[in-house]
């Protein structure tokens, strides 16, 4: 049944610009409140969490995918075919206010929108295939591809968040409290005085000499201690899995209290690419074809 056939749902899409910008306008003020807390290891915040933002909204034949992009990266849509440019949205370098943009693509299923028209071509596992329904998936970060010889990063997603809804839950964007803890919940690994326990995510607070480790690397609680002070352990590893240090830190991750490398791994690894860095700056070309339709959710 099409969008045109089923009116709830076409009433539904109808409301929902307002009630996406409304989430996503109480999660930035969220975010944004949290960032500049001084609870927070700041040096340690990658830099997709911070800045303004182009939020996209796409409607395809399944649900709406939405994705968020830095103000400062300009995005281009062009036809497969002829490269005629269907639709453009500018580089922004000092965006006083965020974005918000919605598009139709009438005949074409949400997975094919996150591989085809988001990500530029690239498979990010979403987990979603056409016609059947997968409720509410996404994620809180740029996905990245990973040459497990040379451990480079080797492609990372333009996008810096992504959520897609399929029809039967597009109630999703009318929770605005659940919008603030998914802003607190981003911004828990950076938090100091946290009460951390065994497999927490945490995220480096500083750089660690000689050992790899840079602000903002993810690291998991092995151990939490008591005696003889209370401490935590913590354990980085490769984007391959492999443990390159432990580190031992105070309770509050404010101070460094022993650290083990393994020496041979960091010598004989390639070096990595900041894994917390995200495109900015530039301008990212799409395919499409002429059934895109901006500035509407509604299909005609």
Excluded: C
Excluded at 162 to 188: C, G, H, I, M, P
Excluded at 196 to 212: M, Q, Y
């Amino acid at each position: 049944m099409s969008v045109q056939e089923n009116p709830e749902l076409h009433a539904q899409l109808e409301r929902l610009p307002e009630q996406i910008r409304t989430y996503y306008d109480t999660y930035f003020t969220e975010l944004r409140k949290g960032l500049a807390s001084p609870d927070l290891f700041s040096e340690a915040v990658p830099d997709f969490l911070r800045g303004r933002k182009k939020v996209l909204t796409i409607s395809g034949t399944d649900g709406v995918v939405v994705a968020h992009f830095p103000a400062e990266l300009g995005l281009t849509w062009s036809d497969r075919g002829s490269g005629e440019v269907l639709l453009r949205f500018p580089i922004e370098r000092n965006a006083e206010a965020d974005r918000y943009e919605f598009v139709a693509y009438p005949y074409a299923p949400s997975s094919e929108i996150v591989e085809e028209i988001v990500s530029g071509g690239e498979d990010v596992e979403a987990g979603i295939s056409p016609g059947v329904p997968w409720g509410v998936g996404g994620f809180n970060e740029p996905q990245r591809k990973v040459d497990p010889q040379t451990e480079q990063v080797t492609w990372q997603a333009p996008w810096t968040r992504l959520v897609y809804a399929d029809y039967n839950n597009l109630s999703y964007f009318q929770d605005t409290e659940r919008a603030k803890s998914e802003a607190r919940k981003d911004l828990e690994p950076y938090l100091r005085d946290m009460d951390h326990k065994e497999l927490d995510e945490v995220r480096a607070p500083g750089n660690i000499e000689g050992t790899g480790i840079k602000a903002g690397d993810r690291g998991i609680v092995l151990e939490v201690f008591e005696h003889p002070r209370p401490a935590l352990l913590v354990e980085y590893a490769d984007l391959e899995g492999q443990t390159k240090a432990l580190v031992t830190y105070s309770i509050d991750l404010e101070e460094v209290l022993d650290v083990f490398v393994d020496r041979d791994f960091l010598e004989n690894r390639e070096p990595v690419s900041d894994q917390d860095g995200t495109v900015r700056d530039g301008t990212l070309d799409f395919q499409a074809d002429e059934r895109m339709i901006p500035g509407q959710l509604v299909h005609a």
